[in-house]
């Protein structure tokens, strides 16, 4: 069955710093790969996405995340967090015969200043 | 642009009313929509699949007498929570995938925070 963990529940890191947010799922087959962040009391923004080709892909505001095949694994990176940055995020997996997407538990970010 | 519209955006009713929310695709038509609730500090947790012109798909656990959803055009979705209680408070949030969309990608609403007194 497809699944996807996110291991860190909450994450606190200075303004300015790097961050890595973990990701790994279990799926049969290629998995379409998600990361979509979260405002408190919003609908979710898709931050970016991998289909197929370069495992590294790059997406909004700054964000990047690696596929790698051989871990299971589409973290999410950020050079230099900033304030804004801070909210839920959540990675999600979707693929094969079905249309779904199965989401983490979410990661909740938290910027100190 | 893929913008997704959900209205209300936050209902208050008594216990046993009944609450429509309507999710709607601006400027796309859309093949599926989905249903999605999510209690605080937790994940999303999907209701229903929709498909226009046919009957809903809902997931195991999810009563589909208790949560209608009619989808009746390519860009217009409801869910009715019947006989609404006060478990029935949560975060509501649809999403659409495209027409024609080839890797399942969902564009989502801004969600309807529903509370039930």
């Known amino acids: 069955a497809q699944s996807v963990t996110q291991p860190d529940i909450h994450i606190t890191v200075s303004e300015g710093a790097s961050l890595e947010l973990r990701c790994n799922y279990s799926y049969g087959a290629t998995p379409y790969l998600f990361w979509y962040v979260q405002s408190p009391g919003q609908g979710l923004q898709l931050l970016l996405k991998y289909f197929s080709g370069d495992t590294l892909v790059q997406g909004i505001k700054g964000f990047e995340a690696e596929f790698k095949r051989s871990q299971s694994s589409f973290n999410l990176r950020k050079p230099s967090v900033h304030w804004s940055d801070a909210a839920e995020y959540f990675c999600a997996v979707s693929g094969g015969a079905t249309n779904k997407l199965i989401f983490g538990t979410g990661t909740l970010l938290a910027v100190q200043p | 642009g893929a913008v997704v519209s959900q209205h209300p955006s936050w209902v208050i009713c008594k216990s046993g009313t009944s609450v429509k929310i309507e999710c709607r695709s601006l400027d796309f038509q859309a093949t599926t929509m989905f249903w999605y609730r999510q209690f605080p500090k937790q994940s999303l947790m999907l209701m229903a699949t929709?498909?226009?012109?046919?009957?809903?798909?809902?997931e195991q656990g999810v009563e589909k007498d208790k949560f209608l959803i009619n989808h009746a055009s390519l860009t217009l979705s409801t869910l009715t929570v019947t006989s609404a209680h006060p478990e029935d408070s949560s975060f509501y949030i649809c999403?659409?995938?495209?027409?024609?969309?080839?890797?399942?990608?969902?564009?989502f609403g801004p969600g309807t925070r529903l509370t039930v007194l």
């Open positions: 929709s498909n226009e012109g046919s009957k809903a798909t809902y």
């Open positions: 999403s659409v995938q495209k027409q024609g969309s080839s890797y399942n990608e969902q564009f």
